[in-house]
């Protein structure tokens, strides 16, 4: 589970060793997006689904950083550099699957608080 903001929360939903091996991109898993004010589920999603990846392409910022640390301001990510967009449009073509390379940028979904530290 991950905070998207005061009011959402990202579910993954799936195997128990979903994220830990090596092979975790091909064991399914799912994504909720839950309103907590409404207790509606918003959207659902496959760890395939292009939709998702759209998303998290165009606003990794919000899956990733607090904005109530001053550090984080200063990570890089593929929305708010050119060049790390760049990288991943490189990887992206270079995959052989769409479908295999959505489920391996989203396997790490939803981010640890571990991950999200400055240190």
């Known amino acids: 589970?991950?905070?998207?903001?005061?009011?959402?929360?990202?579910i993954r939903f799936g195997s128990v060793d979903g994220?830990?091996?090596?092979n975790a991109d091909?064991?399914?898993?799912?994504?909720?997006?839950?309103?907590?004010?409404?207790t509606d589920i918003v959207a659902f999603y496959?760890?395939?689904a292009e939709d998702l990846y759209q998303l998290f392409e165009q606003f990794?910022?919000?899956?990733?950083?607090?904005?109530?640390?001053p550090f984080m301001s200063f990570v890089t990510s593929h929305s708010n550099s050119v060049h790390a967009l760049e990288q991943l449009k490189y990887m992206k073509n270079k995959s052989n699957s769409f479908s295999q390379f959505v489920k391996k940028m989203l396997v790490s979904l939803p981010f640890s608080c571990?991950?999200?530290?400055?240190?």
């Open 26 to 38: 091909h064991l399914p898993a799912f994504f909720a997006v839950y309103n907590m004010e409404t």
């Open 1 to 10: 589970v991950q905070f998207l903001d005061r009011h959402h929360l990202l």
């Open 46 to 48: 496959q760890n395939s």
């Open 19 to 22: 994220g830990v091996g090596r």
């Open 114 to 119: 571990q991950s999200q530290s400055p240190s």
């Open 60 to 69: 990794s910022d919000h899956f990733t950083v607090s904005s109530s640390s």
